[in-house]
């Protein structure tokens, strides 16, 4: 029995209907760049482009802050690493003078 190649692939996108989809934006895109754009379109969209230019440009100031702030609040204060490494010098000459006693 043989199968009709057309009717398994009509068959294939109605399962996946995200493949028809995509090829109809696909498809709408490569047409609009085609066109060339008319005078109320640039109109239109003239501050569109830097507006969407600053905010993007605050949005990743943003997120930058944020994940500093982040990674600051993770790592010990300096005041907190000196501290550390006194008492952990501190126990290392206890250390040594213990074991010099005991020697």
């Not at 605050?58 to 204060?77: F, H, N, R, W, Y």
């Amino acid at each position: 029995m043989s199968t009709n190649p057309a009717n398994e692939q009509s068959e294939s996108l109605t399962e996946n209907p995200y493949v028809l989809v995509g090829g109809g934006i696909a498809l709408g895109v490569l047409i609009g760049m085609l066109i060339p754009r008319s005078q109320k379109e640039r109109e239109l969209l003239q501050g569109a482009g830097q507006q969407i230019a600053d905010r993007v440009t605050g949005t990743v100031q943003a997120v930058k802050d944020a994940g500093k702030a982040e990674i600051e609040g993770l790592l010990p204060s300096k005041q907190a690493a000196q501290d550390r490494v006194g008492a952990l010098f501190g126990n290392l000459v206890d250390a040594a003078k213990g074991a010099t006693q005991k020697a």
